[in-house]
């Protein structure tokens, strides 16, 4: 069965990242979520996906040159879509209070050394906090961050995000010990796929909006698809 993440909650629908966007697709029975984090200045987990807060937020400068309650202060809605109430950048605590998701898929952002380290020890205490060890998986395109992950929280699962095809995906993920690949779904062909699951790797597939396609991609056995319209992905694959 393929499983389906909201893209950053249910992005096509409410603004990303938000409160309102998990709600939104919680709300639609989808219970597993992707999305992205970014420390505040004062070392707050901050669910945003840019390191820049112009595009989400219509304001100058940069996620870590604000303390976590300056960027709460922050309407989330300048991207769309429209939505009638503002909506804060949230604390990934406040999401872990407030959305019961039965599993996280929280990608990291490329970053130096140094910050990989502070991130992925934020992340760490507050999974153990809250008792998510067993439905957190973190993920990461950055060879800092998951070079973090295999020595500063080696309890936590760790996912490899592939966007490009220049280095192989599958070897890379083998040399982090990752259990998940997340493929851009243009790199997701039936010979790559079987090769990753036979690796053991979870194949979770982004961003998948079109019915027809994610038809085709379940079709193929990807394990789990990540799509801005979790609704209207799981509809579609009830229907199949």
Not at 216 to 222: K, N, Q, T
């Amino acid at each position: 069965m393929t499983l389906i993440y909201g893209h950053r909650g249910a992005r096509g629908e409410a603004p990303e990242n938000t409160l309102a966007s998990f709600q939104h697709c919680l709300a639609q029975g989808v219970t597993r979520c992707e999305l992205d984090l970014h420390l505040s200045a004062d070392g707050e987990l901050m669910v945003i996906h840019d390191p820049t807060l112009k595009r989400t937020t219509g304001q100058r400068g940069k996620v870590a040159e604000h303390s976590a309650a300056e960027l709460e202060r922050l309407d989330a809605r300048a991207a769309g879509p429209a939505w009638p109430w503002p909506c804060p950048i949230p604390r990934l605590r406040s999401l872990f209070l407030h959305c019961p998701f039965e599993h996280w898929q929280l990608e990291v952002k490329s970053a130096s050394p140094a910050r990989a380290a502070r991130t992925v020890d934020a992340i760490a205490t507050l999974v153990a906090e809250f008792g998510l060890e067993d439905r957190v998986i973190v993920t990461s395109s950055s060879r800092s961050v998951l070079l973090a992950l295999r020595r500063r929280a080696p309890q936590l699962a760790r996912g490899l995000v592939a966007e490009h095809a220049w280095l192989d995906p599958l070897k890379v993920a083998a040399r982090h010990d990752c259990r998940m690949l997340v493929l851009n779904w243009t790199l997701c062909s039936p010979a790559r796929l079987l090769k990753a699951q036979r690796q053991g790797l979870h194949v979770s597939v982004w961003t998948v909006n079109e019915p027809a396609l994610m038809r085709r991609l379940a079709d193929c056995g990807v394990d789990s698809l990540i799509t801005d319209f979790p609704g209207l992905a799981s509809a579609i694959l009830r229907d199949r």
